[in-house]
């Protein structure tokens, strides 16, 4: 500073320490309860669409893959995390592959083959764009547009 004057100070610069965020914050009890919740809804969603995919084939499937997309899209906004469409999509795979088992008697709950698989496939799919999909946006956030 050649001619004396000083700078104001920064005011942009967060104070302390940055917050944690993701792995790295700190467990809240709620939230691990929210995830549990999702898990188990994952399993019953997994559970009546087995049995509605079956019964109603191409209607069925349908029913079961708008059910899963809107249980694991619902639990990514409500948790606002990856792992709030994790947690459902990894209850509903367990129920699907435990009902893929059978029974001793030899039968098992899936109708037909190209049911089965279209059931899997759209479903780990659909778990997949959910879980990588861009952060949802905020709501009330500013749309840089005049008069909005």
């Known amino acids: 500073m050649s001619n004396g004057k000083q700078r ?3 005011t942009d610069t967060p104070p302390g320490e ?3 965020t993701g792995l790295a914050a ?4 709620g939230r691990i309860g929210a995830y549990l919740g999702l898990a188990v809804l994952g399993v019953l969603v997994g559970l009546a669409g087995a049995f509605v995919q079956a019964a109603w084939f191409p209607g069925g499937l349908l029913l079961a893959l708008v059910a899963c997309a809107g249980l694991f899209y619902g639990g990514r906004l409500l948790t606002r ?3 709030g469409a994790l947690a459902p999509a990894a209850g509903w795979l367990i129920s699907v592959v ?4 059978g029974r001793p008697e030899g039968d ?4 037909d083959e190209l049911g089965l ?5 759209g479903g780990m799919a659909i778990a997949v764009m959910c879980a990588t999909m861009s952060r949802s946006p905020q ?3 500013d749309s840089g547009r005049p008069g909005k």
């Open 139 to 141: 709501q009330g956030a």
């Open 98 to 101: 435990v009902l893929l088992g």
């Open 18 to 20: 940055p917050v944690p």
């Open 26 to 29: 700190p467990l809240n009890p």
């Open 117 to 121: 698989t279209l059931f899997m496939l």
């Open 108 to 111: 098992y709950v899936f109708g």
């Open 81 to 83: 995390t990856q792992i």
């Open 8 to 10: 104001p100070p920064r």
